[in-house]
């Protein structure tokens, strides 16, 4: 299917979170893309917009879709195990009109992806009930698992990683939009 139907469209306005997929140079890139649900728009049937967060300060799949513009979205709604699979084609949009839209916090991020949809379909729920991935019984304590620091230490052995966790709540925080 080349556009969306009103089921396609009801997924991606209760979805709080994303997959962006891009190619580019360097390879492939798949990233989190997340806010309120309904953050990605529904332009009309065959376009989406999707802002671009402040994230990590790499913007890997920007430089991507400047060079290929062919991206893969997988939207996810929270306790469904049904996930929408979406490839299609990407522009970025500085337009001040669009980009209001995203305002939080008095924060309008700098840029915003066009989406021109060239294949979408309902991905079936087989992974996700194997993985039982909303079942909370199931969910991990957050500490044991190596920190963000301590990710990041394990790649550069000198990086401090206890000041980077002491500060990183608050850091997320204030940097969030």
Known sequence: MTSLTPEYRALIEASP??????AGEGGLDATPRGDPAGF??????????????????RIDSLLNVVRDPRVGLLFFVPGVNETLRLNGRARITADAGLLERY???????????????????????????????????????????????????????????????????????????
């Open 17 to 22: 979170f994303c997959v962006l997929a891009t």
């Open 40 to 57: 990605v728009d529904v332009l009309d049937d065959r376009t989406l917009l999707m802002p671009d967060r402040r994230g990590n300060n």
């Open 103 to 177: 305002a939080m916090d008095g924060k309008t991020p700098r840029t915003a992806l066009v989406i021109t949809i060239e294949a979408v379909y309902f991905q079936c729920s087989r992974a996700l009930h194997r993985s039982k991935l909303w079942d909370a019984s199931l969910h991990r304590i957050r500490t044991e698992l190596p920190s963000p620091g301590q990710m990041l230490k394990g790649a550069q052995a000198s990086f401090d990683a206890a000041t980077y966790d002491a500060a990183l709540d608050a850091r997320q925080k204030s940097t969030l939009y």
